[in-house]
């Protein structure tokens, strides 16, 4: 197999001729501002750099570049044409530079201004004016293995600048894309410093494989976290969304492509800056969930004990004596938390070599106690060019995070936010003697069943801490032995070290009902992973008549290897000393190490084709061989095709001037997913199946999975179909983009009859497809001395699960259903449809027989048959929301006036819902928990007695229709509070104010300073939503607090960390 | 120039392909089947880990579907715990009936599904021993021989109680490889008594006996008293008559001179001279422990009233549905002056419960006292010396040979405290001998199997049930509680198929 490929990439470098493209040529003065390393050299000869020193007498030129207005401009790159000599223009906009003779060519270039080029000739002195740049057409952006011209893309690709996103004061690149994507979804799941962020790209899920992006730094793809990655360090991102773009990573490629580009050393001599800024976070109070305050809740008690008929306990008789005694446990456990920022940029660039560094440090507490968030970087890009012919370049990235966050996310074994929420509020946090409390708990007789630890001590109290070290690198070498020729080898190597301690001292615990002092335990992880990766590429590029072509080819193998060990133990005599050996007792069910590790070789080759700049052609191929893979399914091939065709070069457009570019785009191609575990394919033997012989035990080793020797990737196929047009000098741009998808082969524990001894197999099988219009619109309001620009998108994703294994047409999630010829995931219960209201309600309708009175929550009879049942034969459960929405939007607005800018980002999503999981406990009514505020409008009936027994009878009040009567107990209420139905569902459509920045650009302030900028700014400023059930209508969580809740039960608010809002003001200073 | 050399060489190392086996990646802290099944010691543990399912098995589900669902014992109703559906269901004949897919009748009921399954998991295990161990050297053919006895006897003894609780059940015979061939057919019962007869007898071969055999594991001993059983199920009086007899005159068996010995204590007395097959359990926390006990007891039952019970030292209060608890019908058909009355049935008085003279008896014979809370670890009886003695008698009376029945029979009789038997007739001591074994081997799961092979079902137990209905009170019913209106309207001899497995597979 290897063989075939091996020689299909060589008889596909053969057929080339030699020759240089033109279009590379462009390609390459269009990207020299942006990088003048790596990527691009992975398959552009470089045009002629050359590196003899001039032989005699420079001539030296001086001058200042202004813009279109006569302003003078800073930090201006001017290079000598063809050379990597250079400077930047200084706070007066003056630039002196040396020149080899008068044929030398100067090129100005600046941020938003377009290129100019001038002949040096007789001068030497020059006044240099430079324009906006409309042309954003003609930039060049990353694209998988390589790089193109914006304008010659025929995938579905976006692009984001470092520009575009600085001054945000977020830890993670993913905030910083929030908004700013058409038909990717980033959602932060959870507020805790460094986590949480999802991204999807178009929809995609699967049932059991993961649906994470392939993450590429730097050409590489990563098998770690971009949580962790300092955004500093990133110069642009590229988004391949479509199967033609991201086919060439292959079985890796179904859930979309990040290629993250860092910043290289740039044109110019030396630049060094320093950005840095500060802030403070605070959790808005609107949107925390309302809770009954002390009295209040004293108030419910109270009336609880009276419609039955049933004697008040002593403590509840007077709720007012609880007034000024409310205890806000969710409040207690949040503050207000600084974070700060710093980051030393240099860019170093000589003749025969260019060296970027970008040094950072990130310091966050978060806003709940105890929460440190610091991370420390470093990048270090550099390359040499040895020869004309030979380049090197090695990129080095250390960092280490530290983070210690306490269990606030999850329900109530580990989340402290939620437990915080249900604690009764007439519990004091404090004692008499102002000490925190240890527990609380009141008798049973005022019917209270749990202990209420104390979480401002569990948050305080608990160790969490993970520390994580991290090193990425890569060397290459690169070989042009003939113009058009570029041979190019890599070496990329990512180390991670993560260790994490948790103790749980006996005197704090993020449990509910456990007493203190409870059993202490530590648990101590240690994960170590290394992954390599080798690339040798060639490309070879070749332009004749106006036919221009550029072909790829290279093989790759990459090799990833973890290993883990976790201790736990417990029982400790003394909380100072959480050693292992300090402890009584190592649960030996608990520690325990493993390994996992994967391979994968890969040839690829991609052609790229057009015919006058205007015809453009792609297909690109990719064969994937990997360990993951059956034994009888180890390759897999992954191809795509893609056509576009730029209408407005077409004559009969050229005479309609409104319309300044129009491109149609399509692409096919097949892509797949290789996240289904790396040993799934084998059958598992378990050692610790142990026998009892008497008195001795017997070590026992049984099968406990099945084989499958054709296990394979999840394939998805994908149709892309697009339009870029440009209007008005490109003053108003559009991009619009359809797909559709079908991912086939889903991988799938099946069920098996277990009278083969095991349970299930895990087979390719099933199928979704997916559908979705992605919309982008920039405009360029005004251009004069304001320039106002707008960025506006939204997406419509869809899906339907079109099968699912032989015999099975739904799979359970937590609250959730997937079924064939319905969207992924939906929810799945009763439908709510009031209470019964009279004894004649109750009787003219359908009721759970022996469960329903007057008072308590009436459900739809969704099957007719006169009965309300949950489950079995005859169930009335239907599906009842959805937690994906039905479009996400964004819109950003950019102002300039003189000095000043202004910037203002939005983000939203419309028509999903999130399960309010807390409602389950907090709007129990039987009093167990503190319960949601609107509770206390709850309908309200008072018993009589009938017969000797205590009958719910008399109406006090219908309420506000949210909640039912509290009479006759769990059996009664058991129905609203147990039964999942529409009760638990929320609007979670929001529209959220992400943030708003002011900047002020200071010029020159003196030698020292070649430019300096101030700013101030707002994240996560204000969220329009109709959502009760949390402060964070983005989120979704699990039970245990570690995750988004999986690919089957998405949008669940289990009360995860809330999202501050954070005002930061900051600076930048170039030297 | 030189450096274009070196880029050459740099490139064409980096270019040299990996090593084929690049792409293997293998579970490294797991076993696996590429690497699992190799040697000698490898099946050693693979037979080690056939047995582990029985523990579960005769901790949960086994006296549920085979003594529960009998006269010998009923469940006291405990009305302030709430209904437990799928075991009353089972011991008031009363389990809901469908149809499957592919016409057979099954249920929804917990306890079938759970003993079904368990069953398949000893044959899917024993098929994984059997269909490699030929193709493997071992250090000696006995310690080979050895281990296939005990995989065959193991698959030969699911089988069994398969056949004996549904009649008809799918036949495994290697092990299932993937998707396609992990349902199958349902065979007769003609085709699962003959493979049960088959390993049966190679497992009587290939075993060593119970001098020779770590005690624990089943020796050739018990493969002849299994296969004793399916004879005797099937009416084959004089291959039972001859295996019997091999087993009483050379594998070293005797009765225990005590009955309450014959049963093993927590750590104790295990594996004792009478028993020829028995469920090991060990207490501890390691997790080999059974809790049968307090399965049995009944409730509300208080910390204090448990104490002497199990003699544990940190007693909690359990407020469960009491299950197992003796019926009237067994206790009255102790015989006067039968000593294993009392160390099979103890009484409790129950100062919470609403029946309303809270006393209850209990299943006494395996209530050992121990350390630990909820964590039992006496062993539970499959075969007993005294059941050979009743297999032999049975089998000598069926073919005509009464008085020496009577032999066999007075063995039992008389480590009872009981005198020799009456019965002289074949029919008189046909029934002696059913009686014998219903309080020989009360709780020991026999008491369903002997009125289906005996075709007795209607006869017994319609007028049990006549008696339930007709007087809740005895049968433990608080005040006001009565059994479901639908209780002993399903008296068939097998249970139906579990509904889930059902709706897996094409074939039932």
Redesign the interface.
Known sequence: M?KIY?LATLSLIAGIVPGFAQTMQQIESKRSDLMAGQLLALHVPRPDLSYEIAPTADITISGKVTDEKGDLLAGVSVIVKGTTQGTTTDGTGSFRIAVPDTRATLVFSFVGYAKKEVVVGSQTSLAVALTPDDQTLNEVVVVGYGSQLKKEVTGAVQTISSQEIKDLPVSQIGQKLQGRLAGVQINQATGKPGQGISIRIRGQVSVSAGSDPLYVIDGFPITGNIAQLNPDEIEDLSILKDAASTSLYGSRAANGVVLITTKKGKPGQTNISFTAYTGLQKVPVKGRVKMLNAVQFAQFKKEFYEDQLLPVPDIFQNPSQYEGKNNDWYDALLRVAPLQSYNLSISHNTEKSNTSLVAGIFNQDGVVLNNKYKRYSLRMNSNYN??N??AVGFNVAPSYVFDNTPRTDGDRGTGILFNALHTWPIMPIYDANGELTKYNTLPSSTGNIFNYPNWVRAANELVNETKNTNLLGNAY???R?ITGLT?K?T?NIEYTNTKFFFFNPSTATSAINVPIPTTAVSIRQGLESMSWL?E?LATYAKSFNDHNFELLAG?T?Q?FRSEFTQVQANTYADDRLPTIQGALNIDRTNSQ???N???L?SYLSRLTYNYKGKYLLTAAVRAD????FGLNN?WGTFPSASVGWIVSDENFLKTVPQVSFAKLRASYGVIGNNNIG??TQ??????T???????????????TS???PNLGWETTKQFDMGLDLGLFNDRIQFIYDFYTKRTTNLLYA?????????TN?N?NIGEIKFWGHEFSLTTKNTMGKLKWTTNANISFNRNQVVSLAP?IDRVYGTFHITQVGQPFGQFYGLVKQGYYTSAEDLKNSPIIPGRSAIGTIKMKDVNGDGVITYGGDADDRTIIGSPFPKFTYGITNDLKYGNFDFSITGSGSYGNQLWVRHLYSTANLDGVFNMVEGVKDRFRVQNTIVNGAAVATNVITQGAGQFGATNNGGNYTGIERDWNSTQFLADASFFTIKNITLGYNIGAVNKLFKSARVYASCQQVYIFTKYWGGPNPETSGNGAGNGDGGNLSQGVDFSNYPVPRTYTAGVTLNF | MKIKYIAVALLTLASIGCKDDFLTAVPETALSSATFFKTEADFVQAVNGAYVPFRQMYNERAWVLEEMHSDNTYYARNTLYGAVDATENVADFAIPVGTGDGGAKVTANDNVLVQYRLNYVVIARANQILSLIDGITFSSDAVKNNLKGQAQFLRAFAYFDLVRLFGKVPLHLTPVTGRQDAPAELATTDQLYAQIEKDATDASKNLLNKKSQEPGRVTSGAAKTLLANLYLTQKKWSQVETLMKDVVTNDGYSLMPDYNDAFSYTNTNKNNPESVFEIQYMEGSAGYNGNQIYRFLPSPITADEIKPITGTSNPQPTSQESNNIPTPDLIAAYEAGDKRKDISIGTVTLSTSLRANKVYPYIKKYARTHALHNNTGQNWPVYRYAEVLLFLAEALNEQGKTADAATYLNQVRARAGLAATKASSQADMREAIFKERRVELAFENKRWFDLTRTGRVKEIITAYGARVKASPADYYFPAGAVPPPNAFTNLDDYYPLPAVESALTPYF
Do not use: H
């Open positions: 290897k091996q040895l020869s012919k030979v070498i690169q070989f032995p041979l080898s070496m080798n040798n093989f193998n090799k190490n493993g390994a590790q994967w391979t070789t061989g990997s360990s993951r180890r790396n040993y084998y059958a598992l033997v378990n050692n199946t142990n026998a009892v012989f008497g008195s001795t035990v017997a070590t026992g080793a049984v099968v099945l084989a499958n099946v069920q098996v009859p277990q009278e083969s001894g095991f197999f087979d015999g």
